[in-house]
């Protein structure tokens, strides 16, 4: 059973950076999709960045030229480095999964506060 475990989240001032990191267990067959949401209060979980098996690369807009998602296919491994953070990047962090059947998979969440 493939369970992403997330790691780097934290306090950090604007402008800082922080680099997220998560480890899938388990075998998520090819094609297939690693990624990062966010979720802060009061607000629907959107999608980050998500970075296929086969290289293609998705932002949201607000986060295009500051944040830069990278993957070892080979370890099963996604990261997010995160940089010229602002306030409202604060949020939960969740690590995404899709399998290679189209199962979808949820870390448990790194927290990323911004704030001086």
């Known amino acids: 059973q493939v369970r992403p475990v997330e790691s780097g989240g934290g306090l950090v001032q604007p402008g800082g950076s922080l680099r997220l990191s998560c480890v899938a267990s388990g075998s998520l067959g090819w094609p297939n999709v690693m990624g990062w949401y966010r979720q802060s209060p009061g607000k629907e979980r959107e999608l980050v960045a998500t970075?296929?098996?086969?290289?293609?690369?998705n932002y949201v807009d607000s986060v295009k030229g500051r944040f830069t998602i990278s993957r070892d296919n080979a370890k099963n491994t996604v990261y997010l480095q995160m940089n010229s953070l602002k306030p409202e990047d604060t949020a939960v962090y969740y690590c995404?999964?899709?399998?290679?059947?189209?199962?979808?998979?949820w870390g448990q969440g790194t927290l990323v506060t911004v704030s001086s």
């Open positions: 995404y999964v899709r399998k290679y059947d189209d199962v979808e998979v």
């Open positions: 970075r296929t098996s086969a290289g293609t690369i």
